[in-house]
């Protein structure tokens, strides 16, 4: 919704909070959803993304499966 309204650091914002608190975010799109466009390049955003997937690669195999 943030970014939709053109602030790119509130959009941030609420996904680092969603990370912090275990919300859901979709990491099979984080990457390449097109709606997340305008957050590419922001460093803030990058790092976020890097976390998801690190933490992704580093959960047991049998958890990465769920859906």
């Known amino acids: 919704m943030y970014l939709a309204l053109g602030d790119k650091e509130r ?14 975010l979709d990491v099979n799109l984080v990457k ?10 922001n460093p803030r955003f990058e790092a976020l993304v890097q976390k998801v997937f690190d933490a ?3 959960e047991p ?3 990465q499966s769920l859906p």
């Open 11 to 24: 959009a941030v914002d609420e996904m680092e909070r969603a990370y912090r608190e275990r919300a859901e």
């Open 32 to 41: 390449v959803d097109p709606l997340l466009d305008d957050l590419r390049g």
């Open 56 to 58: 992704k690669k580093a």
């Open 61 to 63: 195999e049998s958890q």
